[in-house]
C-alpha cells in the first residue's frame, strides 16, 4: 500500500494510478493523517466492490458502538423499557 499526499495527487497523477493498479490500493493523506483510500475495481466487479466495502464499514461502526457501550456500560431490559416508554409518552 502506498501512501501520497493530496499535493501528489494532483501532481502525480499517472504515477498514482500506475501504483493503483499494481498494489490494488492507495492511501491520500492530508496533513499527514490518512484522508482516503482508493480502491482499485477489478472489471465487472464495481457493485461487489462497493458491497463489500460499505460492508466493512458498517462492521467498524458497529464495533466502534459496541466499545462505547462497554465503556458507559451497559442498559438493562428494564432502563430499556423506561426510556422507550418515557419517549413515546414525550
Not at 6 to 16: F, G, P
Not at 68 to 85: Q, Y
Request: overall charge neutral.
Amino acid at each position: 500500500m502506498e501512501f501520497y499526499t493530496a499535493r501528489e495527487l494532483r501532481t502525480n497523477t499517472k504515477s498514482i494510478w500506475e501504483n493503483l493498479s499494481k498494489d490494488n490500493d492507495v492511501v491520500i493523506t492530508n496533513n499527514g493523517k490518512p484522508y482516503a483510500l482508493m480502491v482499485g475495481i477489478p472489471e465487472g466487479r464495481f457493485e461487489e466492490t462497493v458491497r463489500a466495502l460499505r460492508q466493512a464499514k458498517a462492521i467498524a461502526a458497529m464495533d466502534r458502538m459496541r466499545n462505547s457501550a462497554s465503556k458507559n456500560g451497559f442498559m438493562s431490559d428494564e432502563e430499556i423499557d423506561e426510556a422507550v416508554s418515557a419517549a413515546r409518552k414525550a
